[in-house]
């Protein structure tokens, strides 16, 4: 039975880079809007492991990890529960260590340390990809 091969270094690479560029700009918009009464921090959720196991007949084909997905029922809309603007990947930030008076939970320190998160996990991703391209220019001068 032919198995399918896993997802390639470069695959995993690129799809770490634009969760990255997507949290970096989701933190940009959140330092945009510190002064904004009633503004919440977001977070944009990390990549699906089900979907790439999925993706690649991981687990005989049988990947069943899932998120779970909320659907905004009457009830909930009439206590003032809002479905999300950004799409399925932007949440609300949970992790947050002060809310204002006026409601906005950004605070500029946090935020901060996330973006050198960010920026330290793509110079990580950066070198890996150099890495592998330079793998690969050994390999093809190698074959001849």
Not at 85 to 114: A, C, F, M
Not at 117 to 144: E, H, I
């Amino acid at each position: 039975m032919p198995t399918t091969p896993g997802p390639s270094l470069l695959a995993g690479i690129t799809r770490e880079m634009k969760h990255l560029a997507d949290r970096q700009r989701v933190i940009a918009q959140n330092i945009a809007n510190s002064e904004t009464a009633g503004y919440k921090a977001r977070e944009v959720t990390t990549p699906d492991f089900a979907d790439l196991l999925a993706q690649h007949g991981g687990a005989g084909g049988r990947a069943r990890i899932a998120r779970p997905q909320v659907a905004i029922t009457s009830g909930m809309a009439a206590r003032g529960a809002r479905p999300m603007r950004h799409g399925g990947n932007v949440v609300i930030d949970t992790d947050i260590s002060e809310t204002k008076p006026d409601g906005n939970s950004v605070t500029l320190e946090d935020q901060l340390l996330k973006m050198g998160k960010v920026q330290a996990d793509f110079a990580t991703m950066t070198n890996l990809y150099r890495k592998q391209q330079a793998l690969l220019k050994t390999a093809l001068s190698r074959g001849g």
